[in-house]
């Protein structure tokens, strides 16, 4: 049984952490370093990505979480979070920090603001494709992808679903529907992989 840490500062926590029981993982807040020493793979949560990294800051876990994902930890960031894991980001506030590590550049509230959310149906790329109905809430979106970066789903052309070795993220937040494959495909593909 994988050890998966939710990175616990804002955001979609209590979520991501019921859809990651549901798959048969040990799930827990992070708060501190001594949570983070504890994963085997970590989730970085919607929410909002300025906040997140300003309290990752002030909680001292900033340079840790940068440091894990370059040593290989198993990171999948969801809206906020593939904000977060992006190495460059168009539409940044100013001064905002990513842990970076994921050769992408993402656009900010690409899909418009919060009354611009809406949920799609996308066709997900993995060893056994599926249709996934995502839900999308002041969305970035993928506007460039480095060579090693995986498209795994699309919406009107746009990426919001990749892959690069051991980092997962998602435009979309899986956690707040009961389809755990998302999830499922973080533990079996990405953590186990």
Not at 33 to 49: A, F, H, T, Y
Request: aromatic share 8%; net charge negative; with cysteine.
């Amino acid at each position: 049984m994988s050890s998966i840490g939710v990175l616990a500062l804002q955001g979609d926590v209590s979520e991501h952490l019921r859809a990651l029981a549901e798959c048969g993982a040990r799930a827990f807040g992070v708060k501190n370093r001594e949570d983070l020493e504890k994963c085997d793979g970590l989730v970085i949560p919607g929410g909002e990505s300025t906040t997140i990294s300003k309290l990752a800051r002030t909680f001292e876990l900033f340079e840790p979480i940068r440091n894990k994902i370059k040593e290989g930890q198993p990171v999948y960031g969801s809206c906020a979070g593939m904000i977060l894991i992006a190495d460059r980001v168009n539409d940044a506030m100013a001064g905002q920090e990513t842990f970076g590590g994921l050769d992408v550049t993402v656009r900010r509230n690409a899909f418009g603001r919060q009354v611009d959310s809406f949920e799609s149906d996308l066709e997900f790329s993995s060893a056994k494709p599926f249709t996934f109905h995502a839900v999308f809430i002041r969305a970035p979106w993928v506007e460039e992808v480095g060579k090693d970066v995986s498209i795994l789903a699309s919406v009107d052309g746009h990426p919001v679903a990749v892959r690069q070795g051991n980092l997962f993220a998602t435009a979309f937040h899986p956690e707040l529907t009961s389809d755990g494959r998302i999830h499922k495909y973080f533990l079996e593909e990405v953590v186990k992989g």
